[in-house]
């Protein structure tokens, strides 16, 4: 009897840290995948989190939460909690599930590393929060335009665009829609080319401004194939392209023209009226001196 309560003794402490150990509920996640990488401010991105642990039924239903703050928005329509009951396989025939989301990211997200959090819950294992980075860099280009000229007498008006952004940029091209202040001839399309960060250049249309706003849309490829656009507004004033001492001189220039064609004229009939004069006292001494002679 002894020796059999001695074995029942012995085979319970055996079993009692298995059946521990099996009732265990060690939960883990992690961001398996972010699409597209880098992420890009103000634009959407995926993250696919992996659970890890939730094939032991112990430890019951199991809520993986992402947390809404900067630099993420959860796109709207979206539950930030996603669930399942642990010890059920179906989902993906393994000991984790996955919980995908897409967000948006904020806009003033700055480069590199962004952190992002979530809650892991079960019902028998306590909450805890688990922090994740998410890459950003920002592709996006950003432009200063002016107008740099504009000549009336050829009706063509010159932009200068300066790219103040961080990222450089290929296949620039602006468009002018129609609008009320300003009247293209011609196409209203320019292609500019690739632009490097903080350069800048000029491009020309032909047209008739009128005082006031102008608006530009830009087209550009950033740095990793995507085409973007974005409006720019500049303002035309007349008053600083009118009156200067280059538009002076060049109204100038048929009257010093018609000036110097007369100046011309006038040196040439007063050469040619001097030499006739000097031929006609050449030929008149000449007689006088072969009638001087016959005498």
């Not at 521990?20 to 992420?39: E, S, T």
């Not at 050829?154 to 609008?179: C, M, P, Y």
Request: aromatic residues 8%.
């Amino acid at each position: 009897m002894k020796k059999s309560l001695m074995i029942l003794i012995v085979i319970s402490l055996l079993i009692v840290p298995v059946l521990a150990d099996v009732g265990a509920c060690d939960l883990k996640a992690k961001l398996l995948n972010q699409d597209p990488f880098p992420a890009i401010p103000g634009e959407s991105v995926r993250l696919v989190f992996q659970i890890d642990g939730v094939d032991n039924p112990n430890c019951g239903r199991v809520d993986f939460t992402l947390i809404e703050s900067y630099p993420i928005k959860i796109e709207q329509g979206t539950s930030a909690v996603t669930s399942i009951d642990s010890g059920v396989f179906v989902r993906n025939f393994g000991n984790f599930f996955l919980a995908p989301y897409t967000v948006i990211i904020d806009e003033d997200a700055l480069d590199g590393q962004n952190q992002i959090e979530a809650f892991l819950d079960a019902q028998n294992s306590p909450s805890k929060i688990i922090d994740f980075d998410v890459t950003v860099e920002d592709s996006r280009a950003d432009f200063e335009v002016s107008i740099r000229d504009y000549v009336a007498s050829e009706r063509e008006i010159t932009f200068e665009i300066l790219n103040i952004a961080e990222s450089d940029i290929e296949s620039l091209t602006i468009e002018i829609k129609k609008q009320d202040n300003i009247a293209v001839k011609g196409s209203n399309r320019n292609i500019v080319g690739s632009l490097d960060a903080n350069e800048d250049t000029t491009f020309s249309f032909e047209a008739t401004p009128q005082d006031g706003d102008i608006d530009l849309d830009i087209y550009y490829t950033d740095k990793i194939g995507v085409r973007r656009n974005v409006q720019k507004t500049v303002n035309y004033d007349s008053s600083y392209f009118t009156d200067r001492a280059r538009d002076e001189n060049g109204s100038n220039g048929p009257i010093y023209w018609v000036v110097g064609i007369i100046v011309i004229l006038g040196i040439w009939w007063f050469l040619r009226r001097k030499k006739k004069h000097s031929v006609h006292h050449a030929k008149h001494g000449h007689h006088g001196a072969s009638h001087h002679k016959k005498r």
